[in-house]
């Protein structure tokens, strides 16, 4: 008779490949699952009894900004109470690395001070705080560029070129997955598509992926076109992010099948290895920012800010914003989260009934509310129909991914986007009961696939050899508890959660272990 660390007994094992359920018990030791079958005979120091629940690989969220969370708290906590054992972060463009020239913060980052610049410095300080869950890094094209050629728009030259060369070949040296791009924000808006080509060849070299978050939704289908052409020119594996944004704005509800995916079918077809990650809601995390014109963003925040006191720079601001209006107009924008005391009484009104309450004209408002926010204005953006998310959603090159981050209850009125808390519980509760996908399509799409796309062998599945990152769910109880006016309420019906071979979750708490690693590329 054998003894183990762990058996996880009696449950319905989805090994996370898209194979249906089957009863077995999971035995474990150390951090590696060791056997999976009948193991009756077997002991184990704990037994974990998982009749009637699911017992799947913990979940990866291939679409997270817990690079700096994590540094708060490396808890992690409403990643890991979903069943999240598994982050890929420094999306977006955004890596808090290498932190040189233009990219170094002039204030802390995060509540964090900072005191590191590389990623092995990063690296060092996240293993001093200890982590809940593991974390995937990529290196930020944005934050390269910034490093190298500071907020100018203007292209590379062959010089600068070289030094984001390094940046980027350095990265892919310490571990990093890939290289992501944020072409809808300042400094990546900058770049034109060869500059981007370029920097991806070197990272396939490497054997990573490119991910992005596409150009402006204004500019749709082009900036959708403009992703496959970079994957394809450059030959490598390519990722693009919350692709439920596609179809945002008016003009583009609806098309989901008709030319989202119709673009994607046609490329995939012509051997474009292309994927994305979506997440379950019609609400984005946004920035106010993200409406001013691209030429009004260089030089970087500081000076946009400078610009957009000008009446003229209004003026022209005023005439050149009826094409992204015609995407999301200003009554599809929700504030939250404002920093000073005076404008927290806007907080959950979208910028058309602050225009109404300060009795201005919508463009001064935005102005004015940037200014005054010190350049931070988040909001949340009413951007499409839940039809097209479920039309896309259930496509087979696209996996699950919260674009949210890891983080902890702070009490306070706001907590930001549910996303945070409860993207995973709600696909299994919401898209799995309403029949979008079926229970084993929805673990494959949050772990068997973005594990794969990773090119991680040994997470992301239930088998002998792997990583003992498991999740333990009831099927039946699983509820998203997680709202727009309350978004920082844990979901129920997840009890267990492994992470490298340790109970994470324990009867649906937080043990405050820490036996998260920090994930390179194979």
């Known amino acids: 008779m054998s003894t183990m660390d762990m058996i996880i007994r009696n449950g319905w094992v989805l090994d996370g490949n898209a194979n249906p359920w089957f009863q077995a018990d999971v035995g474990i030791e150390g951090k590696k699952i060791t056997k999976v079958g009948n193991l009756s005979s077997a002991t184990a120091e704990r037994v974990i009894d998982a009749k009637d629940m699911i017992v799947a690989p913990g979940f990866i969220d291939i679409h997270n900004h817990s690079d700096m969370p994590l540094l708060v708290s490396g808890r992690g906590e409403s990643m890991i109470r979903q069943g999240v054992t598994s982050v890929l972060t420094c999306n977006c463009g955004g890596s808090p690395f290498p932190l040189v020239g233009e990219a170094r913060p002039r204030r802390s980052r995060g509540g964090q001070e900072v005191d590191w610049s590389t990623v092995d410095e990063y690296k060092a300080k996240l293993r001093s705080q200890g982590i809940s869950i593991n974390i995937g890094l990529q290196v930020g094209h944005g934050t390269v560029r910034s490093a190298v050629m500071g907020y100018e728009q203007r292209e590379p030259t062959a010089g600068e070129m070289e030094e984001m060369k390094g ?62 052409e970079i994957g394809e020119k450059a030959g490598l594996p390519v990722q693009m992010s919350h692709i439920g944004s596609s179809t945002c704005g008016r003009a583009n509800w609806g098309r989901a099948r008709s030319v989202t995916l119709n673009i994607i079918d046609a490329a995939r077809a012509r051997g474009v290895d292309f994927t994305a990650d979506i997440y379950p809601y019609t609400i984005s995390g946004a920035s106010l920012g993200m409406y001013v014109p691209d030429w009004a963003h260089e030089g970087g925040p500081s000076k946009m800010l400078e610009r957009l006191a000008d009446p003229e720079v209004r003026k022209r601001i005023r005439e050149e914003l009826p094409d992204m209006l015609r995407m999301r107009d200003w009554s599809q924008l929700l504030l939250h989260s404002l920093r000073s005391e005076k404008n927290k009484i806007y907080e959950g009104k979208t910028v058309q009934q602050v225009a109404e309450m300060r009795g201005a004209d919508p463009v001064d408002v935005m102005c004015d509310l940037l200014i005054e926010e010190k350049g931070a204005c988040p909001c949340w953006g009413l951007f499409g129909l839940e039809t097209d998310i479920r ?108 992470v490298n071979g340790v109970v994470t979750v324990d009867n649906g708490e937080h043990t405050g272990a820490t036996a998260g690693e920090i994930l390179c590329k194979p």
């Open 167 to 228: 940046f980027v070949a350095g990265a892919m040296e310490a571990g990093c997955f890939g290289m992501s791009s944020g072409l809808g924000y300042s400094p990546g808006m900058f770049a034109k598509t060869e500059e981007v080509v370029e920097l991806c060849k070197l990272v396939g070299k490497y054997g990573g992926i490119y991910s992005t978050h596409a150009r402006s939704v204004s500019t749709f289908p082009k900036n959708l076109e403009e992703v496959i």
């Open 391 to 498: 039309t896309l959603m259930k496509h087979e090159a696209v996996m699950i991914g919260s674009d949210g981050s890891a983080v902890q209850p702070t009490g306070t009125r706001v907590e930001g986007h549910p996303r945070n808390y409860g993207a995973f519980a709600r696909i299994l509760e919401t898209y799995v009961g309403d029949g979008v996908l079926t229970l084993t399509e929805a673990v494959h799409k949050m772990s068997g696939m973005p594990a794969r796309r990773l090119g991680l062998t040994d997470r992301g599945v239930i088998k002998p050899g792997a990583y003992a990152d498991i999740t333990i769910f009831n099927p039946f109880l699983v509820r998203d508890k997680s709202t727009l006016e309350d978004p920082a309420k844990f979901p129920e019906g997840i009890p267990y959660v492994l």
